[in-house]
Every structure is written in C-alpha cells, then in structure tokens.
C-alpha cells in the first residue's frame, strides 16, 4: 500500500475512533438520565391509586428531575459545538418521555399546561437552537400528547377512587388541548400520527364524564358543565397555561 494512501486511511480511523468512544460516552450519560426518568415515572404511578399521595408523589418526582438536569448539562458539554442533531437520536425519545413527566408533574400542582420555556429551564436546557444543547420543539409537542394519554387513564381511576370531578376537569384541559394542536400544520409524520390518537383520548374521557352524568353521581348543575366541557373539544380555543412567571416560581 502506497503511504499516501495509507495515511488517508488511518486518518479515517483515527476519526471512527473518536466518534465511536464519543458515542459511547453519550449513551452512557443518556443511561443514568433515562434510569432517573424512570424513577420519576414510578413515583408518578402513585397518582392512579390514591388521591390523598398525589402531592408527595409530585414533590419526589421533581427530586427526579433535578438528577436529570445534571444528566443534560454532561451532555451539553460533551456535543461539539453545531452538531445537536448529529447525535439528537441517542436522547430523544427519551427528553420526550421526560417532557412528559414534567408537564403531568405540573399539571397535578397547579392545573395547568406546562409551557417549552419552564420545561426547558427544569432541565437546564435552551429553547434556542442558536445556543446549541436545546429542547427541540417537538420533543416538546410530543411530550405534551404523551400527557393526554396519561390523563385519560387518570380520568378513569379518578372515577374508581370516588372523585367524581377530577374527570371534568381532566375533560376540559384536553379538550383545550386539542383544540391547540388542531392550529398547527402537521405533516404527515411522526408527529401527525401522535396527533391522530389525541382524538381518541379526547373521546374516551368524554364518555367518562357523560357516564358520570346519566348516573347521578354529580349533581345536575355539575353534570351539565360536564357534558358542555367535554363538548368543547372541538371549540378554537387554545390550550390552558399560565404565565411562565408563575411556573418558574413553581420549577
């Protein structure tokens, strides 16, 4: 083999090297962040069997976060400058999972939608993609749909432990929710395809509500709020948030 030929090569594999122990060290940070999610996720779990444990639950789940916080800063000093989405893969379907547990977190505290701006600074992250490390829009987005889903089942082991209004509300927030997303122009991806199934969560806790209604389990006044609740799925409204002042005091 002729030396200059040789010399292209092993600059080649100098290269396959580095990224090869650069990745490496990037899924073995993205392992304790997904394990400290999954803690937080247990931790959550709490809230479909008992009502009086959904406070501390909330409280310990944060402590979670805090892990998962320290996991993204290794990260964001560890992608070289310009090269996010190189590498977005290896974190992605797990910040979406995260984005999840916090938006449901915030959701039990205080009632209302997390916005990407608390979500990122929870877990130190820009909303920018000019400063590099950042949460990408639509990990965000998908995050929140993960939270329908959640509180759908919420609704229903609402109802099995006796509170017969968390359903209402939970019928509310969703439906806002929905109407939010029906004002984004998604393509046909990945993302569409989540966006799809809202309408089924929607439909499910709908039926909840109604059943709540025709069974005298609320009273009159309450039932037909409900009903009219659940109706508002398809109402142009935009999805219930509070300012992000108030969340960052909260965060």
């Known amino acids: 083999m002729q030396n200059n030929v040789k010399n292209i090569f092993d600059s080649f594999n100098d290269y396959l090297v580095k990224e090869q122990e650069l990745r490496t060290e990037i899924r073995d940070i993205v392992r304790d962040i997904d394990q400290a999610a999954k803690e937080a996720a247990i931790a959550l779990q709490v809230i479909h069997s008992s009502i009086a444990d959904v406070s501390a639950a909330c409280a310990k789940a944060r402590t979670f976060f805090d892990t998962c916080r320290e996991g993204y800063a290794k990260l964001a000093a560890l992608i070289p400058a310009g090269q996010y989405y190189r590498y977005h893969d290896h974190w992605h379907y797990m910040t979406q999972r995260i984005v999840f547990l916090i938006a449901l977190t915030i959701y039990l505290e205080k009632g209302f939608l997390v916005t990407r701006d608390t979500a990122a600074d ?68 990945s993302l569409r395809k989540r966006f799809d199934a809202l309408k089924y969560d929607v439909k499910k806790i709908e039926e909840i509500v109604y059943d709540i209604s025709i069974r005298g389990l609320r009273t009159e006044a309450t039932g037909a709020a409900a009903v009219g609740g659940a109706a508002a799925a398809e109402a142009p409204s935009a999805p219930t948030a509070e300012p992000a002042a108030a969340e960052e005091k909260q965060a």
């Open 122 to 189: 929870i877990l130190g992250l820009s909303v920018s993609q000019q400063q590099g490390f950042h949460l990408d829009i639509e990990d965000y987005l998908v995050g929140i749909l993960q939270l329908a889903s959640e509180l759908s089942r919420y609704a229903v082991n609402s109802v099995i432990l006796g509170d017969y209004e968390k359903p209402l509300t939970i019928s509310k927030f969703v439906a806002d929710l929905n109407s939010g997303f029906r004002l984004l122009n998604l393509k046909n991806d």
